[in-house]
């Protein structure tokens, strides 16, 4: 079934990125779209402070994040975006599950930074059968980016969730402080995928990629500078690039 394709996106402001289910099961799920890098920008008024306060109100049982579960598994690494570290990390200091339900395959396939019908699905089954695992009357914050966001909303609709009103959206970023500190262990994530990055996805990447253009072009995505960017943030303290 083609889905993505007939998705007209909406605006990439915080306050059009947030909804309110009721699943089949009872349970209450917002999904929160994301940034990825844009998050650092000013002019996107859409800070790491702000998904704290996000989270800080919603007060979830259980966040959901755009990673691989595989991953987390077997490299003991996050390799989403930087947002989903910081939501990993926020989860991890407040002692809340974080649950990943992100797909992809390093293969001759591969495309960075892209969603089609298979991944979305993907990740809808994926998000599926978490929530199988949660009890009713829970609250479940899921987050993605953006395109995700709206990718995902017909996949809802058609497995039935009843949307619920939101009058407050503003109000769930406010902080009743201008204090910020990012979480504790968020640096040290970082490195991980620092690590991940550089040591060990090209050696997956040589073991399954056969075809020499797409195992040059991948390679050629070099995230040290990136992610070296990303923790001197963190140790810094600083909101913005």
């Known amino acids: 079934m083609v889905i993505n394709d007939n998705v007209v996106q909406g605006s990439m402001n915080k306050e059009n990125l947030v909804s309110k289910y009721t699943t089949l099961k009872e349970q209450t799920v917002y999904t929160v779209g994301t940034l990825h890098n844009g998050h650092f920008n000013r002019e996107q008024d859409y800070s790491l402070k702000d998904l704290e306060s996000l989270l800080n109100n919603l007060n979830p049982d259980y966040i959901f994040i755009e990673a691989r579960e595989e991953s987390l598994e077997e490299y003991d690494v996050i390799d989403g975006p930087i947002e989903m570290i910081y939501a990993y990390s926020y989860g991890l200091e407040h002692d809340i599950p974080v649950r990943l339900i992100d797909y992809w395959k390093i293969d001759n396939n591969i495309v ?3 969603s089609d019908d298979f991944r979305d699905n993907q990740i809808f089954y994926n998000m599926n059968e978490k929530l199988k695992e949660i009890e009713e009357d829970k609250t479940i914050v899921v987050l993605y980016g953006a395109s995700h966001y709206f990718f995902q909303k017909p996949r809802i ?3 039935g969730w009843r949307k619920g009103k939101m009058d407050n959206i503003r109000d769930l970023f406010q902080s009743n402080t201008d ?8 640096e040290a994530e970082i490195g991980k995928k620092l690590d991940y990055a550089q040591n060990i996805i090209p050696e997956i990447a040589r073991e399954n990629i056969t075809d020499q253009k797409v195992l040059d072009d991948f390679l050629q995505d070099d995230m040290k500078e990136t992610l070296e960017n990303y923790k001197k943030i963190v140790r810094e303290n600083r ?3």
Do not use: R
């Not at 204090?179 to 968020?186: I, S, V």
């Open 179 to 186: 204090e910020f500190t990012y979480p504790k262990n968020m």
């Open 239 to 241: 909101l913005y690039d």
């Open 157 to 159: 609709e058609l497995a």
């Open 112 to 114: 960075t930074n892209y």
